[in-house]
């Protein structure tokens, strides 16, 4: 009796510590475990044959030489070892399985992305602490997403960021099985990516004289000038770091509001250029003491918020600019979809500007019960820019204001006021992404109380269990209009995040649960259960050495 007690205890302690190790997001469509598990040290090989398989192999082994301190060796040939393949099927191109056992691990993918997506499966297989000999239990896993577009955005115009973080939060979209990286690159604060035939974006819109210290309307001005950019070599650079992990690089060209740093650059692009910057600023409640540099002129802005200088849309010389910046934007992105902002655009300008009426006279225009006619001169704006990115093969994706006069005929809708907007494109047969501030806006603060400045600025919060809790199929769509909804993803905003480690702090573990979503159906998500496998991924978050939020 005594032995048979022995060994069920043995069995429980053996139970537990297999539970343990087998913690994966976002939860698989289906894992059975088995008995055994399999060893991998620096001799283990790695059988890889297809280019796209030996990406994933390299980043297999970059993931082991920063963790483990060690590399496997990459083979064409042999079944016993980690043995990536890839195969073109009709099932979810992003499906996979993987079949782990003590004789080795066979990762098949229905296309290149599935098989990486089983890489990243694997690394939450292998222990969370450092070793050179990694134990990964015996498993059978098929999994496939629910949402075809997973995504991250990142805003380097309130704030920039550097080369190396921009490739580590791409990591970061992939470990969590994400596809998309929108990448926010114009705004009032700052122009960020290199225009070659504007050469001013760079020399005077990526740059401001100075920023507002603590939150909005701030306590002082640093009087520093700050800014950067990303030359059209870097941006090739990130744009293949991305495709080597199977993630589309979606940049973000604000227009027609959102325009001050180029408007800066090049005044005439404005409505009224013989304004200067600072009187918007103080519009805006700003406070003119908070103001740093010269009060004259076009300046690049300071604070955060909303300003009324934005392209005028009664002017050509507007919409030859913008098509000559797009003509050097689009050969550096090979994604189908570009995303051209097209939300928070005062009118103001629009209904005092003598060329923007003008515009609406000769457009016949008319104000009615829903719009004044300024909102239907932004659907002209916006339906003329998607034709001319409908010429070079590309799809227009705009925030949900662009539903405001009328949506373009082919538009994608980024509904990010709630789900309001994505459910009236849906209903109108759009393609969709949801992006609601109400869940994945990752700027928002995680506790009710923060140490530093939030966007949120212990108003509201917004917790990790709020996240998971996100359906991303709203109810009030019908089967067929769920369709419709393509996925969806979360959003960093920066005006009060100015460096890598506040950035982190904000992304996890909020991030795990926005992958969660965006990959297991609806019905499969636990919240008790997700909780659990979280505490297993914030050490696995230690040893990728970065910085969370309850990192106590």
Not at 361 to 366: A, D, S, V
Not at 495 to 502: D, G, H, L, Q, T
Request: proline share 5%; glycine share 6%; with cysteine.
């Amino acid at each position: 009796m005594r032995k048979i007690c022995t060994f069920l205890l043995l069995f429980i302690i053996a139970s537990q510590l297999i539970a343990q190790e087998i913690s994966i997001i976002p939860k698989p469509t289906s894992l059975t475990k088995k008995t055994g598990t399999f060893v991998i040290t620096s001799k283990t090989p790695i059988i890889a044959k297809t280019q796209d398989d030996i990406k994933s192999a390299n980043f297999l082994n970059d993931y082991l030489k920063t963790c483990y301190g060690f590399q496997l060796p990459i083979k064409s040939s042999g079944n016993n070892g980690i043995v990536i393949t890839s195969i073109n099927t009709a099932d979810n191109k992003e499906g996979y399985t993987l079949d782990a056992g003590p004789k080795g691990i066979k990762i098949k993918g229905n296309s290149p992305a599935g098989a990486f997506y089983g890489i990243q499966t694997l690394l939450q297989l292998l222990p969370v602490e450092k070793s050179n000999v990694l134990k990964v239990p015996a498993v059978a896993i098929k999994d496939a997403p629910v949402a075809g577009y997973r995504g991250l955005m990142l805003d380097v115009c309130r704030h920039y960021f550097p080369l190396d973080f921009i490739k580590r939060y791409i990591d970061y979209i992939a470990f969590h099985k994400m596809n998309t990286f929108h990448w926010h690159l114009t705004e009032d604060q700052g122009w960020r990516i290199e225009i070659k035939k504007y050469p001013k974006l760079n020399s005077v819109g990526s740059w401001r004289n100075g920023t507002i210290i603590g939150r909005f309307p701030g306590t002082g001005n640093t009087n520093q000038r700050y800014g950067g950019y990303y030359t059209q070599e870097e941006v090739k650079e990130i744009v293949k770091y991305a495709a080597d992990r199977f993630i589309t690089v979606i940049p973000e060209i604000e227009m027609p509001g959102h325009a001050s740093a180029a408007i800066a650059a090049y005044p005439h692009l404005s409505c009224f250029p013989e304004k200067s910057s600072y009187e918007y600023f103080i519009k805006e409640k700003n406070k003119p003491e908070y103001w740093a540099g010269d009060t004259i002129g076009k300046q690049v802005m300071q604070s955060w918020g909303v300003y009324a200088d934005v392209f005028c849309a009664g002017k050509e010389s507007t919409f030859e600019f913008l098509q000559d910046v797009l003509d050097e934007v689009l050969p550096l992105f090979p994604s189908q979809i570009v995303h051209i902002g097209g939300d928070e655009c005062p009118k103001y300008n629009w209904e005092r500007c003598p060329n923007c009426q003008k515009r609406i006279q000769e457009l016949n225009i008319k104000s009615d019960e829903k719009h004044k006619a300024e909102h239907y001169l932004q659907s002209y704006f916006v339906q003329r820019i998607e034709k001319y990115l409908n010429s070079k093969g590309k799809i227009l994706i705009g925030w949900d204001e662009i539903l405001e006069g009328g949506l373009a005929p082919n538009a994608w809708v980024m509904s990010w006021r709630g789900e309001k907007g994505g459910i009236e494109a849906a209903k109108q047969r759009h393609n969709v992404i949801m992006t609601p501030t109400t869940y994945v806006y990752l700027d928002y603060q995680q506790a009710p109380k923060e140490d530093s400045v939030t966007i949120t600025n212990n108003r509201s919060h917004l917790s990790l269990e709020k996240v998971y809790s996100w359906k991303l199929f709203p109810d009030a769509l019908t089967d067929e209009e769920k369709q419709y909804i393509k996925g969806g993803q979360a959003n960093l905003w920066a005006e009060y995040i100015s460096n890598p480690r506040k950035a982190e702090y904000m992304l996890f573990p909020r991030v795990s649960a926005v992958s969660e979503t965006l990959w297991t159906p609806q019905s499969e998500k636990n919240w008790d259960d997700f909780v659990k496998r979280v505490e297993v991924q914030k050490k696995r978050y230690k040893l990728w050495g970065v910085n969370f939020y309850g990192n106590d």
